[in-house]
Nanobody
Framework: VQLQASGGGLAQAGGSLRLSCTTF????????MGWYRQAPGKQREFVAG???????SYVDSVKGRFTISRDRANNTLNLQMNSLKSEDTGVYFC???????????????????WGKGTLVTVSS
Protein backbone atom coordinates (compact mmCIF):
# COMPACT_ATOMS: atom_id res chain seq x y z
CA VAL A 1 0.00 0.00 0.00
CA GLN A 2 1.39 3.37 -1.00
CA LEU A 3 0.18 6.67 0.38
CA GLN A 4 1.02 9.88 -1.43
CA ALA A 5 0.77 13.22 0.32
CA SER A 6 0.71 16.52 -1.52
CA GLY A 7 -0.16 20.17 -1.05
CA GLY A 8 2.70 21.36 1.10
CA GLY A 9 4.53 24.56 0.42
CA LEU A 10 5.32 27.97 1.76
CA ALA A 11 2.66 30.05 3.48
CA GLN A 12 2.67 33.20 5.53
CA ALA A 13 1.51 33.20 9.11
CA GLY A 14 -2.24 33.53 9.13
CA GLY A 15 -2.54 31.91 5.74
CA SER A 16 -3.93 28.56 4.63
CA LEU A 17 -2.80 25.37 2.97
CA ARG A 18 -4.66 22.20 2.07
CA LEU A 19 -2.93 18.86 2.20
CA SER A 20 -4.21 15.78 0.42
CA CYS A 21 -3.31 12.13 0.68
CA THR A 22 -4.34 9.42 -1.71
CA THR A 23 -3.67 5.77 -2.45
CA PHE A 24 -4.21 3.44 -5.37
CA UNK A 25 -6.94 1.61 -3.51
CA UNK A 26 -9.82 3.18 -1.61
CA UNK A 27 -9.00 5.35 1.38
CA UNK A 28 -12.19 4.02 2.92
CA UNK A 29 -10.57 0.60 3.19
CA UNK A 30 -8.71 1.91 6.23
CA UNK A 31 -10.38 2.15 9.62
CA UNK A 32 -7.95 4.83 10.78
CA MET A 33 -6.25 7.59 8.85
CA GLY A 34 -4.26 10.46 10.19
CA TRP A 35 -1.84 13.29 9.66
CA TYR A 36 1.38 13.59 11.58
CA ARG A 37 4.16 16.13 11.43
CA GLN A 38 7.79 16.37 12.32
CA ALA A 39 9.30 19.75 12.97
CA PRO A 40 13.05 20.30 12.62
CA GLY A 41 14.84 18.78 15.58
CA LYS A 42 11.67 17.38 17.10
CA GLN A 43 9.92 14.05 17.26
CA ARG A 44 7.02 13.23 15.05
CA GLU A 45 3.66 14.18 16.53
CA PHE A 46 0.05 13.41 15.86
CA VAL A 47 -1.87 16.28 14.24
CA ALA A 48 -5.31 15.01 13.24
CA GLY A 49 -7.05 11.73 12.64
CA UNK A 50 -10.27 10.18 11.48
CA UNK A 51 -11.80 6.82 12.26
CA UNK A 52 -14.57 4.74 10.73
CA UNK A 53 -17.81 6.60 11.25
CA UNK A 54 -15.98 9.90 10.76
CA UNK A 55 -14.96 10.34 14.38
CA UNK A 56 -12.22 12.97 14.29
CA SER A 57 -9.56 14.08 16.74
CA TYR A 58 -6.91 16.78 16.81
CA VAL A 59 -3.89 17.75 18.80
CA ASP A 60 -4.81 20.70 21.02
CA SER A 61 -2.52 23.12 19.20
CA VAL A 62 -4.48 22.85 15.93
CA LYS A 63 -8.05 22.63 17.23
CA GLY A 64 -10.23 25.24 15.61
CA ARG A 65 -7.69 25.86 12.84
CA PHE A 66 -7.28 22.50 11.07
CA THR A 67 -9.97 20.25 9.65
CA ILE A 68 -9.47 16.65 8.59
CA SER A 69 -11.84 14.98 6.16
CA ARG A 70 -12.15 12.13 3.71
CA ASP A 71 -13.40 12.87 0.21
CA ARG A 72 -15.06 9.86 -1.35
CA ALA A 73 -15.41 11.38 -4.80
CA ASN A 74 -11.70 12.18 -5.08
CA ASN A 75 -10.50 9.32 -2.90
CA THR A 76 -8.43 11.64 -0.75
CA LEU A 77 -7.74 12.30 2.90
CA ASN A 78 -7.55 16.05 3.33
CA LEU A 79 -6.21 18.41 5.94
CA GLN A 80 -7.38 21.99 5.64
CA MET A 81 -5.02 24.18 7.58
CA ASN A 82 -6.10 27.73 8.35
CA SER A 83 -4.61 30.48 10.49
CA LEU A 84 -1.21 28.93 10.10
CA LYS A 85 1.49 29.67 12.63
CA SER A 86 5.25 29.38 12.38
CA GLU A 87 5.12 26.45 14.78
CA ASP A 88 3.09 24.52 12.20
CA THR A 89 6.24 24.24 10.10
CA GLY A 90 7.34 20.70 9.47
CA VAL A 91 7.10 17.66 7.27
CA TYR A 92 3.55 16.33 7.24
CA PHE A 93 2.90 12.64 6.80
CA CYS A 94 -0.33 10.83 6.14
CA UNK A 95 -0.77 7.38 7.60
CA UNK A 96 -3.36 4.64 7.59
CA UNK A 97 -4.12 1.53 9.55
CA UNK A 98 -6.67 -1.18 10.26
CA UNK A 99 -7.43 -0.39 13.90
CA UNK A 100 -10.49 1.71 14.64
CA UNK A 101 -9.07 3.11 17.87
CA UNK A 102 -8.24 6.65 18.91
CA UNK A 103 -5.14 5.57 20.82
CA UNK A 104 -3.74 4.14 17.61
CA UNK A 105 -4.16 7.51 15.94
CA UNK A 106 -2.59 9.44 18.79
CA UNK A 107 0.47 7.23 19.15
CA UNK A 108 0.87 6.23 15.52
CA UNK A 109 1.52 2.68 16.67
CA UNK A 110 -0.55 0.33 14.58
CA UNK A 111 -0.69 2.73 11.67
CA UNK A 112 0.78 0.32 9.16
CA UNK A 113 1.15 2.56 6.13
CA TRP A 114 2.96 5.87 5.87
CA GLY A 115 3.42 8.30 3.03
CA LYS A 116 6.71 10.05 2.34
CA GLY A 117 5.64 13.40 3.64
CA THR A 118 5.17 16.89 2.31
CA LEU A 119 6.96 19.96 3.63
CA VAL A 120 4.99 22.84 5.11
CA THR A 121 6.87 26.04 5.84
CA VAL A 122 5.13 28.92 7.56
CA SER A 123 6.92 32.23 7.60
CA SER A 124 6.21 34.76 10.31
Amino acid sequence: VQLQASGGGLAQAGGSLRLSCTTFGSIFDFNAMGWYRQAPGKQREFVAGILTGNSVSYVDSVKGRFTISRDRANNTLNLQMNSLKSEDTGVYFCAAGPFDRAIVLRTGRGMDYWGKGTLVTVSS
